[in-house]
């Protein structure tokens, strides 16, 4: 089956790191997304990896391991706006389609 | 410009009416897709277009159809709805679905539907 885990919740300071981990056992895996989602608003895209590594984007960067069926976002020097949660998710293609599975989000709070 | 847009952004129906919602965008995008978020959960696929042809369908209820009119537009026809389909029903759209960079996904804002 599918199953994508991820903490619940994660609180950090204003201008600290936070690293929210993603582990996932799916069949059909062809990458994984991080989207994220303000309270009542829609998500937005963050970053995507398809090959194992480190993807570095300004203050987020998102790190795969393919054969550990693992990871990361890394959020750096934290602001107030960054309070939202975080979602990852797996792209699956079965056949010649594909479809993205969300795990069920960290919601990160950051305190001043 | 990744803007997808939904109308409306609110909606309040009975079991037994027909409304619809609508999603748009111009970025020349050729996936479409309809999602359903319950509060404090992931969004869940319901169904995806592909060059306006209906690719996937998860299993959704009869009572939620979906319609693509042309490659910038993507209705969900609702009917005899019940309460526990109360949710936010997100809209979103990609390049295509050959590859994954061409499949980042841009979500419109939403349209949160009460059934009572």
């Known amino acids: 089956g599918q199953n994508i885990d991820q903490p619940t919740e994660m609180t950090a300071t204003e201008g600290a790191i936070v690293q929210i981990n993603c582990t996932y056992q799916?069949?059909?895996?062809?990458?994984l997304f991080w989207y994220q989602q303000h309270a009542g608003e829609a998500p937005t895209f963050l970053s995507y990896?398809?090959?194992?590594g480190l993807e570095e984007k300004g203050r987020f960067s998102s790190f795969l391991s393919r054969s550990k069926g693992y990871s990361y976002l890394l959020l750096k020097e934290l602001q107030m706006k960054d309070s939202a949660s975080y979602l990852c998710?797996?792209?699956?293609?079965?056949?010649?389609?594909?479809?993205?599975?969300f795990g069920a989000g960290t919601q990160v709070v950051v305190t001043p | 410009d990744t803007e997808v847009t939904q109308t409306p952004k609110h909606l309040v129906m009975g079991m037994t009416n027909k409304k619809s919602l609508k999603c748009e965008q111009h970025m020349g995008h050729r996936a479409m897709y309809w999602y359903k978020q319950k509060a404090k959960k992931p969004p869940e696929l319901m169904f995806v277009y592909s060059y306006e042809k209906l690719s996937i369908n998860e299993s959704v209820p009869s009572r939620f159809s979906p319609e693509c009119p042309n490659s910038s537009l993507l209705n969900l026809h609702l009917h005899a709805l019940q309460p526990e389909d109360s949710a936010l029903y997100l809209c979103?759209?990609?390049?295509?679905?050959?590859?994954?960079?061409?499949?980042?996904?841009?979500f419109g804002a939403g349209t949160r539907l009460s059934v009572l």
């Open positions: 979103a759209s990609s390049q295509g679905q050959d590859s994954l960079a061409k499949n980042i996904q841009y």
């Open positions: 990896n398809v090959l194992d």
């Open positions: 998710a797996v792209f699956m293609t079965t056949d010649s389609w594909g479809k993205l599975q």
């Open positions: 799916t069949s059909g895996f062809n990458g």
